[in-house]
């Protein structure tokens, strides 16, 4: 069982180039979520998803788009990158919600220089 | 709306001695809580949630923790810490009647000497 997979790890971004953050579990789970985390802020949740064709923003969603075509994937686009979103980005699936417990993905370290 | 602190940024521990990391939450009613565990580079992990019932909760990796409502807390606690447990824990609180709204601590980093 793969879990969570994130692709790539690792990316640098000219400012203004846009890119996509690729996410995708086999486990089934209804529930997908996208969050950023930076250091002394702990993680932000950008945008979620509770099924496929159903998305909604969170806490940090501007600058961001996601769609959810399959149960499998979230995409994670970048629309017109800043240096503020230099950050490390998870994405998380869980059964239906956060309250479930959450399965994490390893990561994708951005810098946008 | 709910939020959960976690008052320790850094903590160092010698090997075998006991741990207690420390969070606190605000929430109108009874929240989820849990305990995430992040090694360098890696994702998060769940270590223990709480929904309800026996307030002290036994998690993987020998961690439990206690949920105290009266003084809105949710502490993590191991009686004998590995090497490898060093790595940053965060505490998270999830609201009872939707799961969207879900908040991570800072997180404390936890350091082991040996």
């Known amino acids: 069982n793969a879990g969570v997979t994130q692709t790539p790890k690792f990316q640098v971004l000219k400012t203004g180039q846009s890119m996509t953050l690729q996410c995708a579990q086999d486990?089934?789970?209804?529930?997908m979520s996208w969050y950023r985390q930076d250091p002394g802020m702990g993680l932000r949740l950008i945008h979620y998803?509770?099924?496929?064709?159903?998305?909604d923003q969170g806490e940090v969603p501007n600058g961001y788009n996601v769609s959810r075509s399959t149960t499998e994937d979230f995409p994670l686009r970048l629309l017109s990158a800043a240096p503020s979103q230099t950050s490390v980005y998870f994405c998380?699936?869980?059964?239906?919600?956060?309250?479930?417990?959450?399965?994490f993905g390893s990561g994708t370290r951005l810098t946008v220089v | 709306a709910q939020s959960v602190t976690q008052p320790d940024i850094h903590i160092t521990v010698s090997e075998g001695a006991s741990l207690e990391l420390r969070c606190n939450y605000s929430?109108?009613?009874?929240?989820?809580l849990f305990w995430y565990v992040q090694s360098p580079g890696q994702g998060l992990q769940l270590l223990l949630k709480?929904?309800?019932?026996?307030?002290l909760v036994q998690g993987i990796k020998g961690f439990e923790a206690e949920f105290k409502r009266s003084q809105s807390s949710f502490n993590l606690r191991k009686p004998s810490v590995h090497w490898s447990d060093a790595a940053e824990y965060f505490c998270?609180?999830?609201?009872?009647?939707?799961?969207?709204?879900?908040?991570f601590g800072t997180g404390t980093s936890l350091t082991v000497i040996p």
């Open positions: 998380a699936s869980s059964l239906r919600t956060g309250n479930y417990g959450y399965t």
């Open positions: 486990m089934n789970h209804e529930y």
């Open positions: 998803s509770v099924g496929a064709g159903i998305t």
């Open positions: 929430y109108g009613a009874t929240p989820y």
């Open positions: 709480y929904f309800s019932g026996d307030t």
């Open positions: 998270a609180v999830g609201a009872v009647n939707t799961g969207n709204q879900f908040y």
